[in-house]
């Protein structure tokens, strides 16, 4: 059983940083692929930032150069930092797993495993 689990959300003013977290309990052999996703009302579920399982970074174009994803060497914490806020980055943000490789690291389809989300609230 995989459960993930965030934390670090909040509100912040634009231009501001937050760090969020993911704790994820499961097999401690696997390797997985991780992911930050988000999503606001009405919208698809669209992906931020992965690591696949062998530790290769993707980011959406819209976060690039302002949002570093990151893991622990156990491959069992995952953290997104964010920098320079927009209100635009305003959403619940979730953490995502699964076994291995995924084919698209961007599409909510290829994670089995997600978090129950944490709210992210950027002010102009």
């Known amino acids: 059983q995989v459960q993930l689990v965030e934390s670090g959300g909040g509100s912040v003013q634009s231009g501001g940083s937050l760090r969020l977290s993911c704790v994820l309990s499961g097999d401690p052999y696997a390797r997985y692929s991780m992911a930050w996703f988000r999503q606001v009302p009405g919208k698809e579920r669209e992906g931020v930032a992965a690591?696949?399982?062998?530790?290769?970074?993707n980011y959406a174009d819209s976060v690039k150069g302002r949002f570093t994803i990151s893991q622990d060497s156990a491959q069992r914490t995952l953290y997104l930092q964010m920098n320079s806020l927009k209100p635009e980055d305003t959403a619940m943000y979730y953490c995502a797993a699964d076994w291995g490789t995924v084919g698209k690291w961007n599409s909510k389809y290829e994670y089995v495993y997600w978090g129950q989300g944490t709210q992210v609230t950027v002010s102009s």
């Open positions: 690591f696949d399982s062998d530790f290769n970074i």
